[in-house]
């Protein structure tokens, strides 16, 4: 679900899409705050997983385009 809340916080490049932009999650008041998230650590490399598995799904899409 926090992948799904996150789905609009990439980083931009003029290159394209570059990554997720952690401080949404990580500062204070951020999502791991609104949500209580209770392992930061577990939930942010998970998320950096699905991060990686999308940045290549869409970094094909370009290079194929």
């Known amino acids: 679900m926090m992948f799904l809340r996150i789905q609009t916080q990439w ?3 003029f290159g ?5 932009k952690y401080e949404v999650l ?3 008041g951020g999502l ?3 949500y ?3 392992n930061r650590q577990e939930m942010l490399e998970g998320l950096q997983l699905m991060e990686s598995v999308a940045l290549r799904e ?8």
């Open 36 to 38: 209580n998230v209770e």
């Open 26 to 28: 990580l500062l204070a």
């Open 32 to 34: 791991f705050d609104l």
């Open 58 to 65: 869409i970094n094909k899409e370009k290079k194929s385009g």
């Open 11 to 13: 980083n931009m490049s």
């Open 16 to 20: 394209g899409v570059v990554g997720l």
